[in-house]
C-alpha cells in the first residue's frame, strides 16, 4: 500500500511538470511510435499516459526490473500492440519514463527531509 501511494504521489508530480504538455511527451517519450500508436497511449482511458492516475501503470516497469516477462509490461505491449523494439525504447535504462521516476523519487526523499527537519 505504501509503494503504491509514494508512486501516485510521483505520478501526479511526473506528470504536473512534464507529461501534462502533450507535444512533449509526444516529442520525447514517445517520439519512436507512429502517430496512431503515440495518440493512443496518450489519450487512453484505462492507460494512458494523459491522466496522472493511469500514468501509474507506465511507471510500475519503469520502477521494477524490466523483462518481456513482468506482468505489466506483457500487458501494455498487448494492450497496445506494441513490439519489443517499441517497448525497448519506452523502457531502456536511458529512456525519459526512468529519468522521470527517479526524479520523483528524488523530489519526494527531499520533501520527506525537509519535512523531518522542520518537525525537530
Known amino acids: 500500500m505504501k509503494e503504491n501511494l509514494a508512486l501516485l504521489i510521483i505520478s501526479r508530480e511526473v506528470h504536473e511538470f512534464y507529461i501534462k504538455d502533450r507535444t512533449l511527451t509526444r516529442r520525447t517519450i514517445l517520439k519512436d511510435l507512429s502517430d496512431e500508436k503515440a495518440n493512443r497511449i496518450y489519450t487512453d482511458p ?12 507506465w511507471l510500475i516497469p519503469a520502477a ?27 523502457y531502456s535504462s536511458h529512456s525519459i519514463l526512468k529519468m522521470l521516476l527517479n526524479l520523483g523519487r528524488g523530489n519526494a526523499l527531499m520533501q520527506k527531509h525537509r519535512n523531518s527537519k522542520s518537525e525537530t
Not at 46 to 57: C, F, Q, S, V
Not at 64 to 89: I, Q, R, V
Open 46 to 57: 484505462l492507460y494512458g499516459m494523459g491522466n496522472w492516475k493511469t500514468l501509474t501503470e
Open 64 to 90: 521494477e526490473k524490466m523483462s518481456k516477462d513482468h506482468p505489466t509490461y506483457t500487458k501494455l505491449a498487448d494492450y497496445f500492440g506494441l513490439n519489443e523494439k517499441e517497448m525497448f525504447s519506452l
